[in-house]
């Protein structure tokens, strides 16, 4: 293990060696959510690097913060934002527990839309409404996706009781 591994860990998958900048901004960003300091944190979801945008909105969820609902809603419908970080922000409002978006998680794993993304729905509605009618309506949608992990997916969350 490094000492870049060592000082902040599950950093390396993003930082070489060499380049330890944005390691520091991972725990940057974690910390900002357990200090309290929100609005900075949600700030970062406009960060011109995609990956900085994927950890706030991880580091959001995580710290239930209620506030940057807005902001991850328009992460989740920006057609031209990077998958991973849509998806993110997909799981981020399913921590939030965010019901008033069930309509964008849903209208967002649509046919044309990337496989993680359809995941990310998946867990997200299923964390926040299993019984709800946009999460059976998405999961019976997503049983015959063509992408066979969504589509297995969809299956065990219909079996498991989310969606049915």
Not at 95 to 124: F, H, I, N, Q, Y
Not at 131 to 146: F, H, I, K, M, N
């Amino acid at each position: 293990m490094t000492l870049l591994a060592l000082l902040a860990p599950g950093c390396a998958i993003y930082c070489p060696v060499y380049a330890t900048s944005g390691c520091v901004e991972v725990a940057k960003l974690d910390g900002l959510g357990a200090q309290g300091r929100h609005e900075a944190l949600i700030g970062y979801l406009d960060d011109e690097r995609s990956w900085v945008r994927e950890e706030a909105a991880k580091a959001l969820g995580r710290h239930h913060v209620r506030a940057a609902q807005p902001a991850l809603r328009a992460r989740l419908n920006d057609g031209s934002e990077r998958r991973y970080v849509r998806a993110e922000a997909a799981r981020a409002l399913g921590r939030l527990g965010a019901r008033d978006t069930t309509s964008d998680l849903r209208a967002a794993a649509r046919a044309d839309a990337a496989p993680e993304l359809k995941l990310a729905v998946l867990e997200a509605l299923c964390t926040m409404d299993p019984a709800g009618p946009d999460t059976q309506a998405t999961v019976q949608g997503l049983v015959t996706d063509e992408d066979v992990l969504v589509a297995s997916a969809a299956k065990h969350r219909q079996g498991t009781g989310c969606g049915s």
